[in-house]
């Protein structure tokens, strides 16, 4: 056998080899790829449901004739959202792009911080005995900020996804 004919016996070999071994390898990351993107797809649309959630307690903040079914079934709806930032927040540092994972914590962060300054700066709003058309300003700077930052969170979840419109 020439030299020329043993390089490629050995070539064919080599690449039936690798053909072998690589294709299960390759599909399988297209696998795993595939797997991540649909569990980042759950994820940020359960997340937008707390979103969503927020948007609407902050019409009713700064609307009091916006004012949120008090019916049982609304009632658990909103009870059951309530469980969503402890459950989602584990999940986003396992599977979440880096930009939707701080934007998150950030959107977290505004929420907790006008709760905060609604105790400070407007103690026993909304509270039994209160005056339950008192509302917020709209450009209240937490809620400027906590908009903000929900805006922001749909926009890197929709850039992370690629969903264009």
Aim: some cysteine; hydrophobic content about 40%; overall charge negative.
């Amino acid at each position: 056998m020439d030299t020329t004919a043993a390089i490629a016996a050995g070539t064919a070999l080599v690449g039936a080899l690798l053909g072998s071994l690589g294709a299960p390898l390759l599909t399988g990351r297209l696998a795993d790829r595939r797997s991540l993107r649909e569990q980042r797809m759950v994820l940020y649309a359960e997340a937008m449901l707390y979103v969503h959630f927020i948007s609407g307690n902050l019409r009713w903040m700064v609307d009091p004739y916006n004012t949120p079914s008090t019916s049982e079934e609304e009632i658990r709806k909103r009870n059951a959202l309530r469980q969503v930032p402890d459950q989602t927040t584990a999940r986003m540092r396992l599977v979440a792009h880096n930009s939707v994972g701080k934007a998150w914590l950030e959107l977290l962060n505004a929420e907790e911080e006008l709760e905060f300054r609604i105790g400070e700066d407007h103690p026993g709003f909304r509270q039994s005995g209160s005056d339950p058309m008192e509302a917020l300003q709209p450009d209240y700077p937490p809620v400027v900020r906590l908009r903000a930052a929900s805006e922001r969170f749909e926009r890197d979840c929709r850039q992370a996804l690629h969903v264009t419109d």
